[in-house]
T-cell receptor, first 111, second 114 residues
Framework: GQNIDQPTEMTATEGAIVQINCTYQ??????LFWYQQHAGEAPTFLSY????GLEEKGRFSSFLSRSKGYSYLLLKELQMKDSASYLC????????????FGQGTELSVKP | ETGVTQTPRHLVMGMTNKKSLKCEQHLGHNAMYWYKQSAKKPLELMFVYNFKEQTENNSVPSRFSPECPNSSHLFLHLHTLQPEDSALYLC?????????????FGSGTRLTVV
């Protein structure tokens, strides 16, 4: 079966660094995505990892270890607008391909 | 218009009503999806359409009925819903099922069943 785990909530301080972890168990792994979702809005694409290693994009970086079934999203120089839900999602090529989501991590950035 | 557009943004319906949710994508994508998002739960995949053909129904109750008349439009017809069906319903699209570039989501329809 498919299983994706991430912490439910995290709190961090403006200007700090926060790491949001995601562990997964899936068959037919074909990549891992991170999405950001503000309350009442559409999830928006942040990053995609299909090979092991770190992908950096501005203040956001995402890491993948396929052998460990583990990923993290690193947010640097936190801003208040980064308060949102962060969704980890695994693409499985089983049954033609589908994106399976974790429950999301609600990040609160405090002044 | 660009991206994925969903209407209505909010919907309140009684358990005996019939209503439809609409999704339209202007990205030239070939695959479209319906997801259900309930509080404190992961997004649940409901239906998948690829080139207008339904390729997946994730054990969704028959009171939810999807329709995909063409690659740009997707509907979710609702009838005799239950209060537990209250949730955010998200539509998404991707170039194809491999979706290496990810899915593009609409803003969702917030559904309340009373």
């Amino acid at each position: 079966g498919q299983n994706i785990d991430q912490p439910t909530e995290m709190t961090a301080t403006e200007g700090a660094i926060v790491q949001i972890n995601c562990t997964y168990q899936t068959s037919g792994f074909n990549g891992l995505f991170w999405y950001q979702q503000h309350a009442g809005e559409a999830p928006t694409f942040l990053s995609y990892n299909v090979l092991d290693g770190l992908e950096e994009k501005g203040r956001f970086s995402s890491f993948l270890s396929r052998s460990k079934g583990y990923s993290y999203l690193l947010l640097k120089e936190l801003q208040m607008k980064d308060s949102a839900s962060y969704l980890c999602a695994v693409l499985s090529h089983n049954q033609g391909g589908k994106l399976i989501f974790g429950q999301g991590t609600e990040l609160s950035v405090k002044p | 218009e660009t991206g994925v557009t969903q209407t209505p943004r909010h919907l309140v319906m009684g358990m005996t009503n019939k209503k439809s949710l609409k999704c339209e994508q202007h990205l030239g994508h070939n695959a479209m999806y319906w997801y259900k998002q309930s509080a404190k739960k992961p997004l649940e995949l409901m239906f998948v359409y690829n080139f207008k053909e339904q390729t997946e129904n994730n054990s969704v109750p028959s009171r939810f009925s999807p329709e995909c008349p063409n690659s740009s439009h997707l509907f979710l017809h609702l009838h005799t819903l239950q209060p537990e069906d209250s949730a955010l319903y998200l539509c998404a699209s991707s170039q194809d099922r491999t979706a290496g570039e990810g899915y593009t989501f609409g803003s969702g329809t917030r559904l309340t069943v009373v």
